[in-house]
């Protein structure tokens, strides 16, 4: 074979046409890319960020939901408090299983309207059993049901927990405070967090959420319940926007029965301190030593 | 032979050159080679347009969800670390025991782990949800979370072999073309490393899922040798195929011996696969209990969804065959009884190590709950889109390395080289370059 | 590797570390409303306000009113401060008929005083206003009198720092009806979308 004007012709028409298509279709990324922010492209980790970069960060996220969503928001970037661990338990003998909890979660925590996300999943449970294999989350009867019980489950921000040490770019971590957080600017979506959570805790954004602007919760957290961009993973933060400001996680306080206890681990006088000294309480999977902070318990 | 001393600046000139010249020859061929390269082309397109649909759009477009929350993409990564893997199958044979009808092929296991690196590369980043965070991950410049992340050592292996094997095909190749020895200093420590790299790469893999205790189906200790024997019966089955496609299509000339050896090899290990498939077997089904019900879902179905079932059983029998076949075939006289054998262990092995691996790991979910995952067209136009581009660098690889061998004369002819500025002028050239 | 949360050495320092914060805050802030139950004198706390439910010291006739809402009367209506004499009365007369009492065993003078039916009584005699009620439940059903008084009962919302603000509880009676006092079957919120059907019954 030889290279005939003819066939180099050919050639550099049938490149021309390959690269033109190549073109065709990469350009909406390449159209996405330009609408793109550099200070958002190239934005560090939240634990990397002075003071400055993090007025930036959040005034740029307060547009944003302007912006995007139509709402006035006040987003902050809440500290942990020294001195503070916090920890949940939950009495199974007085959940009556209404998801009270679950819909007000997706409220406060700015969840998605069109998958109806939220943090926390309640399982309705088999009297004599804790297997979950023999729940169901999509009971949708009065309860309590004879013979059932009912059991919340969102994260358990462990101690040990399994989702912090796989991520490949520490987007998430454990705080002082116990609080599992995630920058929601750094995580790269790889859901390996997701696969490695016991307690299907965690939740990715599979779209976009869509809130309509008068339902938009605007007092929100920096690292907890501001509108999450799409493609990252989000998780249950104990309302920390709330919590590191003494008030009660907004799933407590929708509790109607009062199954839910919050509070300082470190501090010997606080309720869920009680709870642990009086109540048989227990955890979820300890055998798989992720150490939850999130305890169980039935009323002997 | 000529020892040749090459000056730094202008042998790495002359390299670069050399690599420009090779991207050159990819764009020479007849027109079945154009035809091949330009369907290639294509559905590489193809799975970039969903690729960037997906990623806009959200990945929620895909069939995965909170419950299964890895599919198609991941179980590909898999299956291709294996095949990357198993192209040392060649590079043992050609380097540790001197089989030099094996060492004149062995380009096409290092140019199938480039390929198949590539490819699951790609097949890492169409599963973010913010690939334009990709450099989050790169050390240096985001945070890399190692040695903690076994995500992180993945990333690490793979792109160290991806480097290994480019180095050992480009620098055997340039030597071949120029007609000198390679200096063993320069490629044999890259080849003993790159034979520990391929089983690291492997065994990294399987850690990444067997180090997940909430995900009992992944939590067994012989998730790794599993992968490695799996790997060593997709990595020699590939490569017994292209070998003879490249005999056939080519005009590069090769004799049966590398057939019989990587036949050999696949004799022992498609035996080790089903021996460690049944030693998982049974543990998962004579214990029984939580820790099999995933194992349970796959192989027999759970609560009226079996989706994956017919997948699985399709799988073992694709491997018994193909093990069977190969032990009562001999490369002489039924070759095609082997290559059969092949198809089916490489397709086999896609089913047991993909699908039949990735997706049992979230079903039942952590918390019990049942929700199947089938992948849906977005997936499959990425991953054949994928596959396309794994192809056509395997292609190209393939080209360059028949035009290299086939004769540097037409090499240098075609592309005007001066030979003799490129080893400096200290040009003493055997006619077949048989040096190795 | 991660510090334990229960270490019992850094327990006391961080005890009193919050000790100290908290005091600080309270003597910033002045002082916050008294406390009833026993608490360190160092820390000022802010309060629980126990919510009682609407219409307490009201009964239901069960008639209908004539704009429609239930009819509803107040004890006091018929029953004066004056001791009553109770012979001459018809205790299941029509205006108590709405009641349907299943609560354990117990006869309404169990809670209701006798003579002062505008008041409720503890069993030792002592006369209770209905909005101490609490007082009187807790007479029977200590365990969870001792979780409510925890925080381990009973909705509330607020702070659970009280040196931050102050907490609002429900007193027993708005959740469990005095007469009838289980807890009656609701309709949840909705089931998550990704639910998958209910698992069949395991045998």
């Known amino acids: ?300 | 032979m000529d020892a040749t001393h090459h000056r730094p600046t202008r042998s790495a000139r002359n390299y670069l050159r050399f690599l420009a010249h090779c991207v050159a020859v990819t764009f020479d061929g007849g027109v079945a080679y154009f035809a091949w390269m330009g369907v290639l082309f294509t559905v590489m397109l193809i799975g970039l347009d969903a690729f960037v649909t997906q990623t806009l759009g959200g990945m929620g477009q895909t069939a995965m969800s909170d419950h299964v929350s890895w599919g198609i993409y991941i179980a590909n990564l898999t299956y291709l670390v294996g095949l990357a893997a198993g192209g040392v199958m060649m590079v043992i044979p050609a380097y540790l025991y001197r089989d030099h009808e094996m060492h004149k092929v062995v380009l096409a296991g290092e140019f199938l782990a480039v390929a198949s690196i590539v490819m699951s590369l790609g097949f890492v980043v169409v599963d973010l949800g913010r690939p334009d965070r990709f450099w989050h991950i790169i050390p240096g410049l985001g945070r890399f979370n190692w040695p903690m992340s076994m995500l992180t050592w993945d990333v690490i292996v793979l792109s160290g072999y991806l480097l290994i094997n480019l180095h050992l095909c480009g620098y055997l190749l340039y030597t071949r073309h120029l007609g000198v020895p390679p200096r063993p200093v320069v490629y044999v420590p890259f080849v003993l490393v790159s034979i520990v790299w391929a089983i690291s790469i492997h065994t990294v893999t399987a850690f990444l899922y067997a180090g997940l205790g909430g995900r009992p189906f992944w939590n067994t200790a012989v998730l790794a040798p599993r992968f490695i024997a799996s790997a060593f019966v997709t990595g020699p089955a590939f490569i017994v195929l292209t070998l003879q496609v490249v005999r056939r299509y080519t005009v590069f000339e090769m004799g049966d011996g590398p057939l019989r050896t990587l036949t050999s090899i696949l004799r022992i290990t498609l035996l080790l696969n089903l021996f460690l498939l049944l030693s998982e077997l049974f543990t998962e089904f004579y214990t029984g209990g939580h820790h099999s019900l995933g194992a349970q879902y796959l192989y027999f179905g759970a609560e009226g969804k079996h989706a994956l079932v017919p997948w699985i059983w399709t799988a073992i029998a694709f491997n018994l065959i193909a093990t069977l076949l190969i032990h009562v075939s001999t490369v002489g006289q039924h070759l095609w009884r082997i290559n059969v054998g092949c198809v089916l262990a490489l397709a086999g092995v896609w089913i047991e190590k993909g699908m039949g691996l990735i997706v049992p790991g979230f079903v039942p979910s952590t918390l019990g709950e049942i929700v199947e995952y089938v992948p849906n067209a977005l997936e499959y136009r990425v991953m054949f889109g994928i596959w396309a581009l794994g192809l056509l660098i395997y292609t190209m690889g393939a080209r360059v390395a028949v035009a290299v061998y086939h004769g540097h004369e037409r090499f240098a002819a075609r592309w005007q080289f001066d030979d003799r500025e490129m080893v400096d002028g200290r040009v003493e050239r055997s006619e077949e370059g048989g040096t190795q | ?203």
């Open chain 1, 1 to 300: 074979m030889t290279n005939t004007p003819r066939r180099t012709h050919l050639k550099v028409l049938g490149a021309s046409l390959g690269a033109a298509a190549f073109a065709k279709t990469v350009a909406p990324l390449v159209e996405w890319s330009a609408d793109m922010d550099l200070d958002e492209f190239m934005q560090r980790h939240y634990r990397e960020l002075d003071s400055n970069a993090l007025a930036d960060v959040i005034s740029r996220h307060e547009f944003s939901a302007r912006d995007e969503y139509g709402a006035d928001v006040t987003i902050r970037d809440v500290r942990p408090t020294p001195g503070v661990v916090f920890g949940y338990a939950l009495n199974l003998s007085i959940c009556i299983g209404c998801r009270k909890c679950a819909e007000a979660c997706h409220q406060e925590n700015n969840h998605d309207r069109r998958s109806h996300q939220s943090y926390i999943r309640v399982f309705e449970m088999s009297a004599g059993s804790i297997d979950f294999h023999r729940g169901n989350a999509g009971y949708d009867h009065p309860v309590p049901a004879p013979d059932k019980y009912y059991m919340p489950v969102q994260c358990q921000q462990c101690e040990n927990p399994p989702c912090v040490s796989v991520c490949p770019v520490e987007a998430t971590w454990s705080e002082p405070d116990g609080i599992v957080v995630v920058d929601y600017d750094w995580c790269i979506g790889c859901r390996y967090c997701e696969a490695a959570c016991p307690y299907h805790a965690r939740r990715f954004n599979w779209h976009k959420p869509e809130i309509p602007a008068d339902e938009v919760n605007p007092n929100q957290g920096l690292l907890s319940n501001r509108i999450r961009p799409q493609g990252v993973m989000e998780k249950c933060t104990f309302c920390l926007h709330r919590t590191r400001q003494g008030q009660l996680p907004a799933c407590l306080e929708a509790c109607p029965t009062g199954a839910r206890v919050f509070g300082n681990l470190l501090d010997p006088e606080s309720d869920i301190r009680w709870v642990l000294a009086n109540k048989r309480v227990f955890v979820l999977k300890e055998e798989l030593g992720t150490r939850p902070r999130f305890f169980y318990f039935f009323d002997v």
């Open chain 3, 1 to 203: 590797m991660a510090t334990s949360t229960f270490a019992a050495e850094a327990l006391p320092v961080r005890a009193s570390l919050l000790l100290l914060t908290v005091t600080a805050i309270a003597c910033a802030r002045g002082t916050p409303h008294a406390e009833p139950e026993a608490v360190a004198a160092a820390v000022a706390r802010y309060p629980i306000d126990i919510r009682l439910p609407d219409g307490l010291g009201e009964l239901r006739t069960g008639q209908v009113r004539p704009d429609g809402r239930p009819e509803r009367v107040a004890c006091v209506t018929c029953h004066g401060h004056a001791p009553e004499d109770l012979a001459s009365r018809n205790p299941t007369a029509q205006m108590h008929g709405a009641i349907r009492l299943n609560h354990g065993e117990l006869p309404c003078l169990a809670c209701h005083d006798r003579s002062r039916r505008n008041n409720l009584h503890l069993a030792d005699g002592r006369r209770l206003a209905f909005d101490e009620v609490d007082t009187l439940c807790r007479q029977c059903h200590g365990s969870q009198a001792r979780d409510y008084a925890h925080g381990a009962h009973g909705g509330m919302t607020g702070y659970w720092d009280r040196s931050r603000g102050g907490r609002v509880r429900n007193a027993c009676v708005v959740c469990h009806a005095p007469h009838a006092p289980s807890i009656v079957g609701v309709y949840p919120a909705p089931p998550p979308l990704d639910a998958p059907a209910a698992h069949p019954e395991a045998g």
